[in-house]
Nanobody
Framework: QVQLVESGGGLVQPGGSLRLSCAAS?????????MGWYRQAPGKQRDLVAL???????NYADSVKGRFTVSRDNAKNTVYLQMNSLKPEDTAVYYC?????????WGQGTQVTVSS
C-alpha cells in the first residue's frame, strides 16, 4: 500500500526557514509521478503550493515564488519543500501529493506555524 509521509513541520518565527520532506513507500514508481505540495489553513480550501514533474519541471503559487523551492530525490523516493522568508500567512497544514499512472495519493499533512 502506497504511503506518503511528511515531516519537518513546526513552529518558526517570521523570516525563518523550514524544510519539509515527503517520503513515499509501498511500491510506488516514484520517478513516474508528479509530486506536489499543497496547504490548507483553518477555514480555507486546500491550495497548491508547488509542483515538480517527473522531468523535474517546477511550478509555484504566486504567493511563494522566490521564497519556496521544491525538489526531488528519486533515489530516495522523497520530495522536499525548502521554505525561506516565512510569513504568518504561510501558516497551514502542508500536504504532499503524488499523481501519475492513473493514481493519486495524499499524505497525512504536517503543521507549519509562523508566529513570533
Amino acid at each position: 500500500q502506497v504511503q506518503l509521509v511528511e515531516s519537518g513541520g513546526g513552529l518558526v518565527q517570521p523570516g525563518g526557514s523550514l524544510r519539509l520532506s515527503c517520503a513515499a513507500s509501498g511500491g510506488i514508481f516514484f520517478s513516474f509521478y508528479t509530486m506536489g505540495w499543497y496547504r490548507q489553513a483553518p477555514g480555507k480550501q486546500r491550495d497548491l503550493v508547488a509542483l515538480i514533474s517527473n522531468g523535474a519541471n517546477t511550478n509555484y503559487a504566486d504567493s511563494v515564488k522566490g521564497r519556496f523551492t521544491v525538489s526531488r530525490d528519486n533515489a530516495k523516493n522523497t520530495v522536499y519543500l525548502q521554505m525561506n522568508s516565512l510569513k504568518p500567512e504561510d501558516t497551514a497544514v502542508y500536504y504532499c501529493n503524488a499523481v501519475g499512472v492513473g493514481n493519486e495519493y495524499w499524505g497525512q499533512g504536517t503543521q507549519v506555524t509562523v508566529s513570533s
